[in-house]
């Protein structure tokens, strides 16, 4: 039987969605053991007054297995 552990994340990027899912990733993986997956539970992006896009952010939910 295996204990896993789900912990919330939240990561940006000015370069795109995907960076930011990346960065977020790889940051996580730096602090803990055995990730398993991660759900994108929301999306969003920062604008300037111009319009354009600034920032993109992911807010995700990461899990990590405990014990086996």
């Not at 990027?13 to 730096?30: H, L, M, P």
């Not at 803990?32 to 896009?53: H, P």
């Not at 990461?62 to 086996?68: E, P, R, W």
Request: glycine letters at 2%; proline letters at 0%; hydrophobic letters at 45%.
């Amino acid at each position: 039987m295996s204990v896993a552990r789900v912990t919330e994340v939240k990561s940006s990027s000015t370069v795109s969605f995907d960076d930011a899912i990346r960065e977020g990733i790889s940051r996580v993986t730096k602090t803990l053991k055995n990730v398993k997956s991660a759900w994108i539970e929301n999306q969003e992006v920062m604008i300037d007054d111009a319009g354009n896009i600034v920032e993109y952010r992911v807010q995700m939910k990461v899990t990590f297995v405990l014990m086996d």
